[in-house]
Nanobody
Framework: QVQLVESGGGLVQAGGSLRLSCAASGLIVSINSMGWYRQPPGKQRELVAAIRGSSTNYADSVKGRFTISTEYAKNTVYLQMSSLKSEDTAVYYC??????????????WGQGTQVTVFS
């Protein structure tokens, strides 16, 4: 089994910064990709950023403000968020496509961490 645990969420003023972390644990063999999604109140979950190897992908709304990075040796993905806006308020979920000792490639999700941006 695999568990993804997010941390770093909280309350932050508009224009400020926040760094989210997500650590995956379990008998992981390989990680294909990792990413962050978010779900604002009353809206659907959307992709924020993803990373596969050295390739990254960002939602247009966060380009230039957010940076995704990984430490594969630690099975950890980060999301550095800067110049935060009120519309960034959401529950942020990390995700990983990975293979374990007993399972083939599949998507795993964290439980989410709340990010609230106020002005």
């Amino acid at each position: 089994q695999v568990q993804l645990v997010e941390s770093g969420g909280g309350l932050v003023q508009a224009g400020g910064s926040l760094r989210l972390s997500c650590a995956a644990s379990g008998l992981i063999v390989s990680i294909n990709s990792m990413g962050w999604y978010r779900q604002p109140p009353g809206k659907q979950r959307e992709l924020v950023a993803a990373i596969r190897g050295s390739s990254t992908n960002y939602a247009d709304s966060v380009k230039g403000r957010f940076t995704i990075s990984t430490e594969y040796a630690k099975n950890t993905v980060y999301l550095q968020m800067s110049s935060l806006k009120s519309e960034d308020t959401a529950v942020y979920y990390c995700a990983a496509d990975l293979t374990t000792l007993t399972t083939t490639l599949r998507r795993y999700w964290g439980q989410g961490t709340q990010v609230t941006v106020f002005s």
